[in-house]
């Protein structure tokens, strides 16, 4: 079914000036970007969009680095877009992506990976409408 996935740019890799490199991947694998927005997030914000994670031990590392510097947000819109985003980010950690992964390819540490996706279809639906509008998506 096509599918909508949130998917951020995070600080490591818009750093890096790796955005159309990431751009181009996505697009090369089918998905579409149907929305799309730079913000340098606060720390309420990333705290909030990360609060399924607020009692893991990671948690302040990881909302730390999220705002230490601007991110880009998309919405990719594709066939089996969630997974797709997942099998193009590779493992959460660099060190187990496989090769030709965006995280092999551009992420240094587990927190500093490059790249968010959302794992499941009620979870992506929650990030989408965190960071846009219904009449910021545009079907294509
Ligand atoms: P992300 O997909 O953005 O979701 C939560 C983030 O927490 C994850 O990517 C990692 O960057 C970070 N993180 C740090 N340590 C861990 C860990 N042990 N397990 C999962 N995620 C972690």
Not at 94 to 106: K, V
Not at 123 to 137: G, P
């Amino acid at each position: 079914a096509v599918e909508r996935t949130l998917s951020i740019i995070k600080p490591d890799a818009v750093a890096k000036n790796v955005i159309g490199e990431i751009y181009n991947r996505f697009e090369k694998a089918g998905l579409k970007i149907v929305a799309a927005r730079m913000i340098h997030l606060s720390r309420e914000q990333a705290e909030g969009f990360y609060a399924v994670h607020k009692e893991r031990p990671f948690f302040n590392d990881l909302v730390g680095f999220m705002i230490s510097g601007p991110v880009m947000v998309q919405v990719l819109e594709g066939e089996n877009a969630i997974a797709k985003n997942r099998e193009i980010m590779g493992a959460t950690n660099p060190a187990e992506a496989a090769a030709g992964t965006l995280r092999h390819d551009y992420a240094e540490t587990i927190d500093a990976n490059a790249v968010h996706g959302s794992d499941a279809p009620e979870t992506a639906k929650q990030e989408i409408e965190f960071f846009f509008k219904a009449d910021e998506l545009c079907s294509r």
